[in-house]
């Protein structure tokens, strides 16, 4: 049984170009969050999809957005990239009302 | 005040030792309450979930709450170096699903 996988491992990206981020979750579950860790820190919740609708958001600018699709994968865009947005970013799937998050191995993104 | 601390350390404790390793949060609120490890260059890997107070126990590893003090604790026995990794306190309001406020992370190294 795969666990949440997560494409691409690496990203290396200039400053004001646009990135997408892939996920997919574990077999079962059906909701998908991300988090942004900064290098030292904790990870930062940024949103999470469930039946292909955004849920919850936290406290990121509209630059970060996402999209669900029926196999329950999803993706993080992220427009207009700054260099504070280099990071790892996670992704972690759960099933809708039970359970926890896991996580997946994330994508590491430098802004340069 | 941030919602959650959790002392980065560094941490370093020989082979077999007892450690705990605590963060302290703000929010009354907070009824899910998690531990996750992490190792470098990874996603943080689910160790022990809690609901509301009291402890719970996992083989080497021991969950406690209270919620009066708004204080959480991790204690491994028996450590081993294997345990070396960052350890994330996590936790959230509506549940294990939702958004999860993490610390900081302390940083654990087991010496043989």
């Known amino acids: 049984d795969a666990g949440v996988t997560q494409s691409p491992t690496h990203l290396i990206k200039t400053r004001g170009q646009q990135v997408t981020l892939r996920c997919s979750p574990k077999?079962?579950?059906?909701?998908v969050s991300w988090y942004q860790q900064a290098l030292g820190q904790g990870p930062q919740f940024i949103f999470q999809y469930y039946e292909e609708e955004e849920r919850q958001r936290g406290n990121f600018p509209d630059r970060f957005s996402g999209h669900q699709f029926p196999n329950y994968s999803s993706e993080l865009n992220v427009n207009a990239l700054l260099l504070g947005d280099s990071a790892l970013y996670l992704c972690?799937?759960?099933?809708?009302?039970?359970?926890?998050?896991?996580f997946g191995p994330g994508t590491r993104l430098t802004v340069t | 005040q941030k919602e959650v601390e959790q002392d980065p350390g560094p941490l370093s404790v020989p082979e077999g030792a007892i450690v705990s390793l605590n963060c302290t949060y703000s929010n009354s609120a907070f009824q899910y309450f998690m531990w996750y490890r992490q190792y470098s260059r990874k996603g943080p890997e689910l160790l022990m979930y809690?609901?509301?107070?009291g402890n719970k126990e996992d083989g080497r590893f021991t969950a406690q709450v209270d919620k009066s003090s708004k204080y959480i604790s991790l204690f491994i026995r028996d450590s081993q170096p294997s345990d070396s990794a960052t350890y994330l306190c996590?936790?959230?309001?509506?549940?294990?699903?939702?958004?999860?406020?993490f610390g900081k992370g302390t940083k654990l190294s087991v010496k043989p």
């Open positions: 809690t609901y509301s107070s």
């Open positions: 972690a799937s759960s099933q809708r009302g039970m359970g926890s998050q896991y």
């Open positions: 077999s079962g579950h059906d909701t």
């Open positions: 996590a936790m959230s309001e509506g549940g294990s699903q939702g958004n999860l406020i």
